[in-house]
């Protein structure tokens, strides 16, 4: 079922067999029928992880990322949308002449071809499935992963079935039941796993490993306990004491002692120290984050991710509070009051958009540490033309036609030496300025002091841009210094401002490129901020 934690069993396999000296790539197979998630709304879907490439994917990718190091591609994320969409037009092309276009061979076989692309440059290809056993979006892939194991042969291909134990509290014990259902509905379907991994919340004792053994067709020591975590980076080792990648080592004959003995090192080495760092933090702070999606953790999951990274830099713990950028103003002020930082994240449309102005205003005038990403730029840039430069007007084209549009739509940019044109009606799924590109940094500045360098890249996901062209007077009025530009020099890409302790804000996405091992620098600088702040 969702949000059971396929994509982080998927990256734990990943970062596991890594420590092992294996190299890996990751993919991911969605049975929505949608191009890609990035016409989906944040509660629907969760949030929209951007590649370097542009490529906008399941929020899963980011765990990839994150877990692995390894960067994946928009050929590492397949959706039911993509695939239908080249089978036509391979259909339309003539491609399939003198035969009827079914779902098997032709849509299986387009799966299949996905899953073995680029498989001879890697030891291993993991690849996730996503959605649940049964659903009948999923059942070509299915199909595609029975046929594939019978070409690929047990030497070849491993199945392994995340699946959940329920704990029933009255009665004191985990049920299996479920787990036997799911995989007799995937044995239905011509799919024996290899390896269960039990998703629960109390220990796995020997006797039901036993009985799900018997009942699943599968060998004892291959039924793993996935206990649940308080941490997403306690899991792969868990996972590793547990047994899975011996498990997974045993099943293509590469289990050898002196394997095991390296791997317990290489892990102990890469998952202990941050181990340490989230359970026994020195400090603590407190950050708000104000945004429009709230209800929902996954809608921001790099962003939480991202500040834990900051906390981990500097051994403490972070604690978010959530604000619901809808709320009432005084509510909001209320709450940034008991904060050491404030952080406005990416968002779209006028919905929340003045609370979250309100929470800018509130973190400029007493001086709390600010950090805005992508609309929380924009709104910055607004906040500060509408209270600093006098511009009551001062607004986005994508709220309002009426005033001074200091963010307005960007129809054409550069893009390696090319230009890129949109037009305001036009299409909305992936004409965004997607993926990475260069920032210039001014010496002197913030950013170049975060940093540490005068050029960096970021991955970006945005329609409109601020209008230095046009209002570039009023923003030195606003006492705006935009201390990032992009490569030509036309779009700015971070703002900060001078009269205050820690204030900046990037139209990029930083948290995508954060990583537990590696914190973004603006992460890290504004957790550091924010434990001085409150060390005041």
């Not at 590649?51 to 980011?62: I, N, Q, R, S």
């Not at 995937?186 to 018997?214: N, T, Y």
Request: proline letters at 4%.
């Amino acid at each position: 079922m969702s949000s059971l934690g396929k994509g982080i069993a998927s990256a734990s396999i990943g970062t596991l067999l890594q420590a092992r000296g294996y190299s890996v790539r990751m993919k991911k197979l969605d049975p929505y029928i949608n191009v890609d998630p990035g016409t989906m709304s944040p509660y629907k879907h969760g949030e929209v992880f951007v590649m370097e490439d542009g490529c906008e994917a399941d929020l899963d990718f980011g765990h990839y990322e994150r877990f692995t190091g390894v960067q994946c591609t928009a050929d590492d994320s397949l959706t039911t949308g993509k695939v239908y969409e080249k089978v036509l037009l391979q259909e339309r092309r003539g491609d399939y002449l003198g035969s009827d276009v079914q779902v098997i061979p032709h849509i299986t076989n387009e799966i299949k071809n996905f899953i073995m692309a680029g498989h001879e440059r890697v030891d291993f290809t993991i690849c996730e499935i996503g959605g649940t056993v049964g659903d009948i979006e999923g059942l070509p892939y299915i199909e595609a992963i029975r046929q594939l194991k019978i070409s690929l042969g047990s030497a070849g291909a491993a199945c392994v079935h995340l699946t959940y134990l329920p704990y029933m509290k009255t009665s004191e014990e985990l049920k299996t039941k479920p787990t036997q259902h799911s995989v007799k509905l995937l044995q239905s379907m011509g799919v024996q796993p290899d390896i269960i991994l039990c998703r629960c919340e109390k220990e796995v004792s020997d006797e039901i490993k036993a009985k799900l053994s018997m009942f699943c067709n599968v060998k004892k020591e291959n039924v793993v306990e996935a206990l649940d975590a308080e941490s997403i980076y306690l899991i792969p080792r868990r996972y590793h004491l547990a047994g899975l990648d011996r498990q997974v080592c045993v099943h293509f004959g590469l289990e050898t002692p002196e394997l095991e003995e390296r791997a317990e090192v290489k892990i102990c080495e890469k998952w202990g120290a941050v181990e340490h760092a989230i359970r026994m933090p020195s400090k603590a702070v407190k950050i708000a984050v104000v945004g429009k999606y709230t209800k929902l953790k996954d809608a921001y999951i790099s962003l939480s991710q991202a500040i834990c990274h900051g906390g981990i830099a500097h051994d403490a713990r972070v604690e978010i509070d959530w604000v619901d950028a809808g709320m009432d103003q005084r509510d909001i002020e209320n709450r940034l009051r008991a904060a050491s930082g404030v952080l406005v994240p990416g968002g779209f449309d006028i919905s929340g958009a003045e609370g979250k102005i309100a929470a800018i205003k509130f973190a400029r005038e007493k001086k709390i540490p600010f950090f805005g990403i992508c609309f929380g730029l924009q709104l910055a840039v607004i906040e500060s033309c509408r209270n600093v430069g006098g511009a009551t007007s001062a607004t986005s084209r994508e709220f309002s036609d009426n005033g001074e549009m200091v963010i307005d739509f960007m129809d054409k940019w550069e893009l390696n030496g090319t230009i890129e044109a949109r037009n305001p009606s036009g299409a909305k799924g992936g004409t965004m300025r997607l993926g990475s590109y260069l920032c210039k940094i001014s010496v002197g500045t913030l950013a170049h002091k975060i940093y540490a360098a005068t050029e960096t890249t970021e991955r970006h996901r945005h329609r409109f841009e601020v209008n230095i062209k046009k209002y570039k007077e009023l923003f030195a009025k606003a006492d705006l210094h935009f201390s990032g530009m992009s490569a030509d020099g036309l779009l700015p890409e971070i703002v900060e401002r001078r009269d205050h302790p820690f204030f900046i804000a990037t139209q990029a996405h930083p948290e995508f490129k954060s990583h537990p091992f590696a914190p973004h620098p603006l992460f890290s600088s504004f957790i550091k901020a924010a434990i001085d702040h409150s060390a005041r």
